[in-house]
T-cell receptor, first 113, second 114 residues
Framework: KQEVTQIPAALSVPEGENLVLNCSFTDSAIYNLQWFRQDPGKGLTSLLLIQSSQREQTSGRLNASLDKSSGRSTLYIAASQPGDSATYLCAVRINQAGTALIFGKGTTLSVSS | NAGVTQTPKFRILKIGQSMTLQCTQDMNHNYMYWYRQDPGMGLKLIYYSVGAGITDKGEVPNGYNVSRSTTEDFPLRLELAAPSQTSVYFC?????????????FGQGTRLTVV
């Protein structure tokens, strides 16, 4: 059974720091991995999608990498801002027809000014 | 283009009552999903559908029912509500289920059963 783990569960940093959020999964047979952002009381916003054949994806200050063989992904946030404060969720779609996303529990990020 | 729309946003139910959580998407997506999110537990899949007329159970289907009569709509029915169903419910959709597929989520329905 695929399991997704995110470490750390919570992270507090001062504004301007570069930071890395970690996601690990137990079964490397995945179609893709998706990073989401969730603000308190809100829905999930898709940040980046990395297909199984890709190594990384970038969007603005965000860079996500994928190492399927080791079952790991990282989300790198450059020059963090208070507006980046949110919970970041990692989810994998396993390599099986008709499957949905399997989520980690998330990392709650707080960026102080 | 509204994306995935869920109604209602909030609801309080009494134990034993029933209700339907509505979900509609305007992206012509084939796949639709229902998740529940409990504090500290992550999102758990309740039911999913790969197309109109086709539904399947996820990880936590007990106490829920779904139907998919159209591509756009995927309602979730709660029968005989119980306090254990207090949660935030999210509907999501995607075009397909392969490596190119990106999932999109609604804003959620916060349900309290008292």
């Amino acid at each position: 059974k695929q399991e997704v783990t995110q470490i750390p569960a919570a992270l507090s940093v001062p504004e301007g720091e570069n930071l890395v959020l970690n996601c690990s999964f137990t079964d490397s047979a995945i179609y893709n991995l998706q990073w989401f952002r969730q603000d308190p009381g809100k829905g999930l916003t898709s940040l980046l999608l990395i297909q199984s054949s890709q190594r990384e994806q970038t969007s603005g200050r965000l860079n996500a990498s994928l190492d399927k063989s080791s079952g790991r992904s990282t989300l790198y946030i450059a020059a963090s801002q208070p507006g980046d404060s949110a919970t970041y969720l990692c989810a994998v779609r396993i390599n099986q027809a008709g499957t949905a996303l399997i989520f980690g529990k998330g990392t709650t990020l707080s960026v102080s000014s | 283009n509204a994306g995935v729309t869920q109604t209602p946003k909030f609801r309080i139910l009494k134990i034993g009552q029933s209700m339907t959580l509505q979900c509609t998407q305007d992206m012509n997506h084939n796949y639709m999903y229902w998740y529940r999110q409990d504090p500290g537990m992550g999102l758990k899949l309740i039911y999913y559908s790969v197309g109109a007329g086709i539904t399947d159970k996820g990880e936590v289907p007990n106490g829920y029912n779904v139907s998919r009569s159209t591509t756009e709509d995927f309602p979730l029915r709660l029968e005989l509500a119980a306090p254990s169903q207090t949660s935030v419910y999210f509907c999501a959709s995607s075009y397909g289920g392969d490596q190119n597929t990106e999932a999109f989520f609604g804003q959620g329905t916060r349900l309290t059963v008292v």
